[in-house]
């Protein structure tokens, strides 16, 4: 078992920056890649970015690409996102998830894939 609780939401104007973490307790964090998904007012979980369990491979939706981060510190059994050029439809919940699969290059955006979930952080934008 693995328990997720992230951190660091709020509010931000457009243009402003956030960094969101995500603490991890319970079975040792470098087992498993973590991902971000964020879930927008009315819509559907998306995903946001996912990192490899050494932090050697990254990925992220192409709608954040260039603006957010990822980053983990595995002797902090913690995972990060950076979030700079907020912009209005950033708004929304979001996740940190940690996913038990040794490879994440197939599915790492893939919900489903994923074994633990955190509750969530709200994130808003003001325009």
């Known amino acids: 078992q693995v328990q997720l609780v992230e951190s660091g939401g709020g509010l931000v104007q457009a243009g402003g920056s956030l960094r969101l973490s995500c603490a991890a307790s319970?079975?040792?964090?470098?087992?498993?890649?973590m991902g971000w998904f964020r879930q927008p007012p009315g819509k559907e979980r998306e995903f946001v970015a996912a990192?490899?369990?050494?932090?050697?491979?990254?990925y992220y939706a192409d709608s954040v690409k260039g603006r957010f981060t990822i980053s983990r510190d595995n002797t902090k059994n913690t995972v990060y996102l950076q979030m700079n050029s907020l912009k209005s439809e950033d708004t929304a919940v979001y996740y940190c998830?940690?996913?038990?699969?040794?490879?994440?290059?197939?599915?790492?955006?893939?919900?489903?894939?994923?074994?633990?979930w955190g509750q969530g952080t709200q994130v808003t934008v003001s325009s």
């Open positions: 990192i490899s369990r050494s932090g050697g491979s990254i």
């Open positions: 319970g079975r040792p964090f470098s087992y498993y890649a």
């Open positions: 998830a940690a996913d038990a699969r040794l490879y994440i290059s197939d599915g790492y955006s893939r919900e489903k894939e994923y074994d633990y």
